[in-house]
């Protein structure tokens, strides 16, 4: 950094300081502004964001037919009621959060184009000193903090995961990721190979297959998909009565997270009969002569990975209509034409769309020091999946990955401002949590529990994520209905947190 971390009381004096920083003008942080205005109304925050607007993956995303996954009931806030259908588009999730900002007086505390590229813990100032690049220049500006909360998302925005497929610099058409979808693609009339078969590529087929020539969604193993209506019937059975919408969307949202978690107890206790109500969906929407083997039959338990949602049907019914099809094959190599596969045959294509998934990032590429030493995030322990051993006054809105990842920043937002009033209180300037003496032979276990959820992004960076243990509170169980208590009812006294 070009600021020494220890640089002194002038230098402290001198750069702009805020109670708190938050990174990422995401869902998540937004949603920290909206607790930090409600829970902290003392606190001078801001929010730093590299991109030119708010959003976060609702920007950054613009592949065509670009929707969520999750039912906005509980991808929505619980603050917030959402009126429109459970499945929503980018551009309608960008307008939610759009009236959010005006509603919670946020937007004024926003600084766009603002990338932090340094982090340094002064312990001697109490504070954490940053560098930030702002868009449009090469200088960068010091800001200080005393609490970081990282809102930074888990994957860069920057680049998709494409993996190094054997003779790709042959193929003479285009390829694309749909993390970087460029706007001057003409898909129009083109042969169109996709391959992965997750939640992006269950988007995007359905939003260009009327416009291409085909489109192929080449998968190496299928995915479940949960097709169904995009409309919630008990929303609609509510919609006449004219409700206050605050238990309109309360009530809504208690029906999901109560089918959500039967979904979750029936994978883990009767898979079978869940995978057998799964493919049955498929049949109904492909047709009774369209055979689920090899292509919809996966090998994993239903919800070790996130259920693609189909809204209507729609990739099912691309299928049926013939505008799309899949194969089930592995990749021998790029041609100059197309893709040759593992089984012999060839596929033919204008342009390669590779929907192969992200890029897990840990700490928003910010290059961390604690009193001049780089934190190695790996050697961390997880407190509560919220803080980390031996890292002072910083919090991550990690959500979650099953079920909507905004019921668990509502839930993480809640407790960092507890525990910023938990430090004024205590009249503290710096709180970290540290191991008992009794923790010190925890066995480690990964941040996320590959058993439980193993999207290949997470398993391929699970490396560099902090640890979890197997005892409170260093458990991260990713289960809302278990966390929901333990995170409202923890102890912000006990011996794993040090004060001073
Ligand atoms: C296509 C897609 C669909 C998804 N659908 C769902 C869904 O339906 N349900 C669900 O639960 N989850 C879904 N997810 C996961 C999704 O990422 C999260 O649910 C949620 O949007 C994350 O919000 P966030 O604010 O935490 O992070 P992000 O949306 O990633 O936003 C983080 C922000 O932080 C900024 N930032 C990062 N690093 C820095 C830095 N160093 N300095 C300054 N700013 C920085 C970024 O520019 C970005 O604007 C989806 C993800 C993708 C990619």
């Known amino acids: 950094m070009n600021v020494e971390p220890t640089a002194g009381a002038e230098f402290v004096e001198t750069c702009e300081h805020f109670d708190v920083l938050i990174v990422g003008a995401g869902i998540s942080g937004i949603d920290a502004a909206y607790h930090l205005n409600k829970n902290c109304p003392n606190k001078r925050y801001a929010l730093l964001d590299t991109q030119s607007g708010f959003g976060g993956t609702w920007r950054t995303h613009t592949y065509p037919g670009i929707r969520s996954d999750s039912d906005l009931y509980t991808f929505g806030y619980k603050w917030k009621p959402w009126k429109g259908p459970p499945i929503a588009t980018a551009e309608q999730i960008l307008a939610y959060l759009d009236e959010a900002l005006d509603e919670q007086d946020i937007r004024r505390h926003i600084r766009f184009g603002h990338r932090v590229l340094e982090a340094a813990w002064d312990g001697a100032a109490k504070r954490w000193i940053l560098r930030v690049g702002q868009a449009g220049s090469d200088n960068s500006v010091v800001m200080s903090c005393t609490f970081l909360w990282m809102c930074q998302g888990y994957y860069?925005?920057?680049?998709?995961?494409?993996?190094?497929?054997?003779?790709?610099?042959?193929?003479?058409?285009?390829?694309?990721?749909?993390?970087?979808?460029?706007?001057?693609?003409?898909?129009?009339?083109?042969?169109?190979?996709?391959?992965?078969?997750?939640?992006?590529?269950?988007?995007?087929i359905p939003a260009i297959a009327d416009d291409c020539a085909h489109v192929t969604m080449l998968q190496r193993s299928p995915t479940y998909y949960y097709a169904k209506p995009n409309v919630s019937e008990l929303a609609e059975l509510l919609r006449p009565l004219d409700l206050p919408d605050e238990w309109f969307h309360e009530i809504v949202r208690r029906r999901y997270l109560q089918d959500q978690k039967e979904v979750t107890r029936r994978s883990f206790e009767e898979p079978e009969a869940l995978r057998a109500?799964?493919?049955?969906?498929?049949?109904?929407?492909?047709?009774?002569?369209?055979?689920?083997?090899?292509?919809?039959?996966?090998?994993?338990?239903?919800?070790?990975?996130?259920?693609?949602?189909?809204?209507?049907?729609?990739?099912?019914?691309?299928?049926?209509?013939?505008?799309?099809?899949?194969?089930?094959?592995?990749?021998?190599?790029?041609?100059?034409?197309?893709?040759?596969?593992?089984?012999?045959?060839?596929?033919?294509?204008?342009?390669?769309?590779?929907?192969?998934?992200?890029?897990?990032?840990?700490?928003?590429?910010?290059?961390?020091?604690?009193?001049?030493?780089?934190?190695?995030?790996?050697?961390?322990?997880?407190?509560?999946?919220?803080?980390?051993?031996?890292?002072?006054?910083?919090?991550?809105?990690?959500?979650?990955?099953?079920?909507?990842?905004?019921?668990?920043?509502?839930?993480?937002?809640?407790?960092?401002?507890?525990?910023?009033?938990?430090?004024?209180?205590?009249?503290?300037?710096?709180?970290?949590?540290?191991?008992?003496?009794?923790?010190?032979?925890?066995?480690?276990?990964?941040?996320?529990?590959?058993?439980?959820?193993?999207?290949?992004?997470?398993?391929?960076?699970?490396?560099?994520?902090?640890?979890?243990?197997?005892?409170?509170?260093?458990?991260?169980?990713?289960?809302?209905?278990?966390?929901?208590?333990?995170?409202?009812?923890?102890?912000?006294?006990?011996?794993?947190?040090?004060?001073?």
């Not at 860069?156 to 390829?175: A, K, L, N, V």
């Not at 109904?284 to 689920?292: H, N, S, V």
């Open 156 to 204: 860069r925005h920057s680049e998709g995961y494409t993996p190094d497929f054997p003779g790709m610099e042959r193929f003479g058409g285009r390829i694309v990721h749909p993390q970087t979808w460029p706007d001057d693609l003409d898909y129009q009339g083109k042969r169109v190979v996709v391959i992965g078969s997750g939640a992006t590529a269950a988007t995007l």
């Open 277 to 500: 109500e799964l493919l049955e969906g498929a049949q109904a929407y492909l047709g009774p002569d369209y055979p689920l083997e090899p292509h919809f039959t996966p090998s994993y338990r239903p919800w070790r990975q996130r259920l693609a949602a189909l809204p209507d049907g729609d990739l099912f019914k691309s299928i049926a209509a013939g505008k799309a099809s899949v194969v089930t094959d592995h990749i021998e190599t790029f041609t100059e034409t197309g893709i040759k596969l593992a089984s012999g045959g060839h596929l033919d294509a204008d342009i390669i769309i590779t929907a192969t998934g992200f890029n897990l990032l840990p700490l928003g590429d910010i290059a961390f020091t604690i009193d001049g030493k780089p934190l190695d995030f790996s050697e961390c322990w997880a407190h509560r999946g919220i803080l980390f051993s031996g890292v002072p006054n910083m919090a991550w809105v990690f959500g979650y990955l099953r079920t909507s990842w905004t019921m668990r920043a509502d839930l993480v937002c809640e407790f960092v401002c507890r525990l910023l009033n938990q430090m004024d209180q205590q009249g503290a300037d710096v709180v970290m949590p540290r191991l008992r003496d009794e923790d010190r032979d925890m066995p480690e276990k990964p941040f996320i529990d590959s058993e439980n959820f193993n999207a290949g992004y997470l398993t391929r960076s699970m490396h560099l994520m902090p640890k979890q243990g197997d005892r409170q509170p260093w458990i991260f169980s990713q289960d809302y209905y278990s966390e929901k208590d333990q995170i409202e009812e923890a102890d912000l006294d006990d011996e794993t947190l040090r004060y001073e």
